[in-house]
């Protein structure tokens, strides 16, 4: 049995930051690629940052520089530090592991979201 658990979000001021944490605990076996999406009110859900289980990354253009993702393997712990944060980073988050349990195949999971607002 697998699980994610958020933290971190809340209600912070434009130019503020945040720090998001995503715990997978459980029956795990291995933990690959590790990232976070968002998604806005009437918007689709997007790709924000991701990081590979030897700690390449990538981001969207529009967190580039302000944002960074993060990773402790032996905690099994995804972080996105967010920095300068602007009013349309207003989002619920979700991080998003790709892991194998102890049957060796690899799924997708999902955190359970948390609220970022930003507020101008």
């Known amino acids: 049995q697998v699980q994610l658990v958020e933290s971190g979000g809340g209600l912070v001021q434009a130019g503020g930051s945040l720090r998001l944490s995503c715990v997978a605990s459980?029956?795990?076996?291995?933990?690959?690629?590790m990232g976070w999406y968002r998604q806005a009110p009437g918007k689709q859900r997007e790709l924000v940052a991701s990081?590979?289980?030897?700690?390449?990354?990538n981001y969207v253009d529009s967190v580039k520089e302000r944002f960074t993702i993060s990773r402790d393997n032996a905690k099994k712990t995804v972080y996105l530090q967010m920095n300068s944060l602007r009013p349309e980073d207003t989002a619920v988050y979700y991080c998003?592991?790709?892991?194998?349990?102890?049957?060796?195949?690899?799924?997708?999971?999902w955190g359970q979201g948390t609220q970022v607002i930003v507020s101008s």
């Open positions: 459980g029956s795990i076996f291995s933990i690959n690629t």
């Open positions: 998003n592991v790709n892991l194998s349990d102890y049957t060796l195949r690899y799924r997708p999971y």
């Open positions: 990081i590979t289980r030897d700690k390449s990354t």
